[in-house]
């Protein structure tokens, strides 16, 4: 009998695991053809989310979870999932319930006819402003033209994939993770799928603004070294435009004399350069932050607790 893994990395979800198990238990007795792991990350939760796994594990013996010992973060939890998951093939999905688990069983029917990573693509982004989507959408577009690895729009981590996949990620240990890079990084044939993303359906996302940038920088700096390029080239540029600016300062000054004027255009330049050094620093320093942070080779998180795995 194949065996399916539902990885479900959770953080502050007492509220969302209850209804969340409800659904995913209609779904699996609905396929009794398969055994099921319900595999619960729990990522250093503040509120009663461990109390809650461990009930949901003393109620059904398909629900096992693995307890880290502070927040790390859903990228770095979800590793834990893989090196813990015992199926032939899992399923990543959010415990507040925007991806429905319905569309498990699709999944599973691609993944019977040989696609290795059955990914889902959301139909509408819900509720969100314009901004926001007009930054995503620009974001997409830089990533996708700096790196070879096709990073998509509008594709969470919520799929299916076939134990190959899982073994691929699994010997990555980078500390900075964007998973969602990772899963196009690594090949196998592919296979989308569309769906609804619904609302949260209790507490809230822990995805601020804030948050959200970071994992941007981090998407980049882990997949493109193309702002590195991109100082170079800014240097190069300055350096010529000022090389030609100095020539006609030279010739003036030769004609017309030396007049001690121009504190506009001084300042401009001390200005502009000024800039220009500051933001190509920072850019290295993004890389080399990267550098310090895998260099030290720590572990990727730590496990306080763990049932059923
Ligand atoms: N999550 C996690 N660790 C974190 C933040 C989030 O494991 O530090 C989990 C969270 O419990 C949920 C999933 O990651 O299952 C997606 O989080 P959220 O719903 O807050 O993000 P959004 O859907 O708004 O992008
Ligand atoms: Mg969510």
Known sequence: MKKITILVPCYNEEKSLPMLHERL?????????????????????????????????????RVCYIDLSRNFGKERAMLAGFDYATGDCMVIMDADLQHPP??????????????????????????ESWLRRKLTMSYYRLLQSTT?????????????????????????????????????WI?????????????????????????????????????????????TVMGFVVSIVALLYMVYVFVKTLIYGDPVAGYPTL??????MGGVQL????????????????SKDRPVYIVRDKEGV
Do not use: H
Not at 279 to 294: C, K, V
């Open 102 to 127: 319905e569309v498990i069983p699709e999944m599973i029917k691609n993944w019977e006819e040989g696609w290795e990573d059955v990914y889902a693509r959301r139909n509408t982004r819900g509720k």
């Open 187 to 231: 090949g196998f044939r592919k296979k989308e799928i569309t769906f609804d993303q619904q609302d949260r359906v209790a507490g809230k996302s822990s995805f601020g603004m804030f948050k959200l940038a970071s994992l941007a920088i981090q998407g980049i700096t882990s997949f493109t070294t193309a702002p590195l390029r991109l100082a």
């Open 25 to 61: 238990a209609a779904m699996m007795d609905g396929m009794p053809q398969y055994e099921w792991e319900v595999l619960l990350v729990n990522d250093g939760s503040r509120d009663a989310t461990m109390e809650v796994a461990r009930s949901l594990r003393a109620a059904d013996d």
């Open 148 to 184: 070879r690895t096709d990073v998509l729009q509008n594709v969470g981590d919520f799929r299916l994939i076939d134990r190959k996949c899982i073994d691929a990620i699994k010997q990555m240990r980078e500390c900075e993770r964007y998973t969602k890079g990772l899963f196009s």
């Open 267 to 272: 300042i401009i330049v001390i200005l502009f």
């Open 279 to 294: 933001i190509s620093l920072g850019i290295i320093g993004e890389y080399l932050a990267r550098i310090f942070n895998e």
